[in-house]
Structure formats: C-alpha cells, structure tokens
C-alpha cells in the first residue's frame, strides 16, 4: 500500500514539474507536405494528423517518426432530427424524415412522402373473419 502511495506521490510531482499536462490527444498538429512525403502517407494534408512536436530532418529515424502520423477521416457533418414525417425513395426504401434522407446521400427529388400502409385495426373484424394462418 506505501509503495501505491508513493508511485502517486511520484507520478503527481513529475507532472507537476513538467509545468504542462501529458495529453497526447491534444498534441497533434495538420500534416506538411515534408511530412507526408517523408512518411509517403496516401492522404492530403486536411485529413493527415501529426502528433510529433518537430518536422522531421534528414537523420530522423523514418520508423519512429512515421508511427506518430495517422491518416484520419473527417466527422462528416450530417444532422438527422429526431422528428417523425416519413418519405420513402423510388425503391421503396423508408427514412424518419426529409433530413435523414438527405443524410443517406439522396436528392430532394428522389424522395416523396410514402403511402400509408394498409394496417387494420385488430380485433375490428367480424367473428369469423379475418386470416387464418
């Protein structure tokens, strides 16, 4: 138990001395043109992230340095309320909303508001009638 509280002790003091938070998440910079051509990355700069702190210089050791650079895909921005007015496509193929469908990557033309189903309402019929399955 005294060694836990020291290792605390110890971890606190390091980070408290370093006078900056370890956060690599925050870290990370755009890719330069250097350092996609370094690293031979098969992404552009907007979607390359860097987390090293220095460009890399001729003697920089290729492996190490590249590790720390990722191609990442941007969050597409894409909003589908939580709404209810239903449209379906010319397939047949049903979205909560307009919104939705627009997320799906169809066109305002492709959809229009879907037909009703045709959904009785149970225990309407008549004895006798209805479907036997």
């Not at 979607?47 to 050791?61: A, D, F, G, L, S």
């Not at 597409?76 to 979205?95: A, F, L, R, T």
């Not at 508001?113 to 479907?131: H, L, N, S």
């Amino acid at each position: 138990m005294k060694l836990v509280i020291l290792f605390l002790v110890l971890a606190c003091c390091v980070c408290a001395n370093t006078r900056r938070p370890y956060r690599p998440w925050a870290s990370s910079t755009k890719c330069s043109g250097k350092v996609i051509n370094f690293c031979k990355k098969k992404c552009s700069k907007a979607e390359c992230e860097n987390q090293n702190k220095k460009e890399p210089k001729r003697n920089t050791n290729k492996r190490n340095y590249c590790r720390r650079v990722k191609c990442v895909k941007p969050v597409e921005s894409c909003i589908c309320p939580m709404y209810h007015k239903p449209v379906c496509d010319e397939e047949g193929n049903y979205y909560d909303n307009i919104e939705c469908a627009l997320c799906e990557g169809l066109d305002k033309e492709d959809v229009s508001p879907c037909q009703p189903f045709e959904i009785g309402v149970i225990g309407t019929e008549a004895p006798g009638e209805g479907v036997i399955f």
